[in-house]
């Protein structure tokens, strides 16, 4: 049993970077330890901002604008954040959520274009001072991922953006990582799933002081 703070872990990618495949991976480890946790998911998590996560991927007609999209995410955020994330983490509940502010900051404003300082202010808005404790990039290829995420069926709207769109989304993740580097860790994904699966956890192990191997 771990004597430390409830973390707020963040998986980050481009598409079919493997977060998915590696949260799992990420709570086996956790349970090893009987360490007590919720998974979640950006945007989404909550009844509610599940209602807005569905909004945003489906192909509709009238799709959104960027902006408007970049608030949606952040209106997801601020329900999923103050009903769900915090009262975890108060009461000592570790927090794995797949996809956070990160995401922002590189789809909306890498990929988008939007202005970075209009994701500050929200940031600012909706979160406070409250930030991931360590966030894990898992950096990948764009054509990889997206012949990845592909194999697994139909794209949503975000995914059916083109290649230039994710290389930007690559990037702003790569620079989200030199800036940020007691946060964010970048780990390989275009290795085969155990290979990236083992080098997280041994990462994990280590920084957390855990003595169980989920096997
Ligand atoms: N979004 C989100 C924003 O624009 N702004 C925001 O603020 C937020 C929070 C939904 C979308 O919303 C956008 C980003 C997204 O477009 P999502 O639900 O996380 O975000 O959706 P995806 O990123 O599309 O999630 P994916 O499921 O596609 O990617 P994962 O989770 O990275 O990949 P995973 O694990 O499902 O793996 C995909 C496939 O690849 C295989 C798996 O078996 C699976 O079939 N795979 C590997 N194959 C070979 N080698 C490996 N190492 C592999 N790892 C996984």
Redesign the pocket.
């Given at each position: 049993m771990s004597t430390q703070k409830a973390q707020f872990i963040t998986?980050e990618?481009?598409?079919?970077?493997?977060?998915?495949?590696?949260?799992e991976a990420l709570c086996r480890l956790l349970d090893a330890n009987g360490i007590a946790y919720i998974e979640t998911?950006?945007?989404?998590g909550t009844p509610y901002a599940e209602s807005i996560?569905a909004l945003?991927?489906s192909h509709a007609d009238d799709a959104p604008s960027a902006k408007t999209?970049?608030l949606l995410?952040?209106a997801?955020?601020a329900q999923h954040l103050e009903t769900k994330i915090l009262p975890a983490l108060q009461s000592g509940i570790w927090v794995v959520c797949?996809?956070?502010?990160?995401?922002?900051?590189?789809?909306?404003g890498g990929?988008?274009q939007l202005p970075v300082d209009w994701i500050e202010t929200l940031e600012t808005l909706v979160q406070g001072a409250q930030r991931p404790d360590l966030t894990l990039i898992?950096d990948?290829p764009v054509e990889?991922?997206l012949a990845?995420?592909g194999?697994?069926g139909a794209l949503?709207?975000?995914?059916s953006?083109d290649i230039a769109f994710f290389e930007r989304?690559r990037a702003m993740y790569q620079q989200i990582a030199s800036r940020n580097i007691d946060r964010v860790v970048t780990l390989d994904?275009?290795?085969?799933?155990d290979?990236?699966t083992e080098t997280m956890i041994a990462f994990l192990m280590k920084r957390w002081n855990l003595s169980c191997h989920p096997g």
């Open positions: 998986l990618g481009v598409e079919g970077a493997g977060k998915s495949t590696q949260k998911r950006e945007p989404g996560r945003l991927l999209e970049l995410m952040f997801a955020r797949d996809r956070f502010t990160d995401a922002t900051y590189a789809y909306q990929g988008r898992f990948v990889i991922g990845r995420a194999r697994r949503d709207r975000i995914e953006e989304v994904a275009s290795a085969d799933v290979t990236v």
